[in-house]
């Protein structure tokens, strides 16, 4: 499967989406961001239900900024529009598929209830 580019434009909509979303925050002057890039395409070939997302740090610099990336790669996953994963470094494969694994295995009701429980004691 393709991986999607996000900008500025299409972040929101895209993330909010259901399902599972996964962006890869990168550089083309990146070296890990170059070595994590075949893992991160593997996997999309693996989960043709995922959406499989990049984003050009250099070209979406607010876009990266409003995220609070200070490294890269880093890799956000979200599912249904909630932020579940959010880690700076190149994931080995395995690691990636167990990250993939637990998200789709989530009771998503039960984490809106834990965030909506989280947000009344706030």
């Not at 393709?2 to 909509?13: P, S």
């Not at 909010?16 to 979303?21: F, H, K, L, P, S």
């Not at 890269?72 to 690691?95: C, Q």
Request: proline fraction near 4%; aromatic fraction near 8%; charged fraction near 20%.
């Amino acid at each position: 499967m393709a991986t999607v580019q996000l900008t500025a434009e299409n972040f929101e909509a895209t993330i909010t989406r259901e399902g599972i979303t996964l962006i890869d925050f990168w550089a083309d002057w990146c070296g890990p961001c170059k070595m994590f890039a075949p893992v991160y395409e593997a996997s999309s070939e693996a989960h043709p239900g995922i959406t499989f997302a990049k984003v050009d740090t250099e070209a979406e610099q607010m876009l990266a900024a409003q995220c609070g990336i200070q490294s890269i790669p880093t890799i956000m996953m979200f599912r249904d529009g909630i932020l579940l994963f959010n880690e700076s470094g190149a994931l080995p494969g395995h690691v990636l598929e167990d990250i993939i694994g637990r998200a789709e295995a989530l009771d998503m009701d039960a984490v809106r209830a834990e965030i909506a429980a989280q947000e009344q004691n706030d």
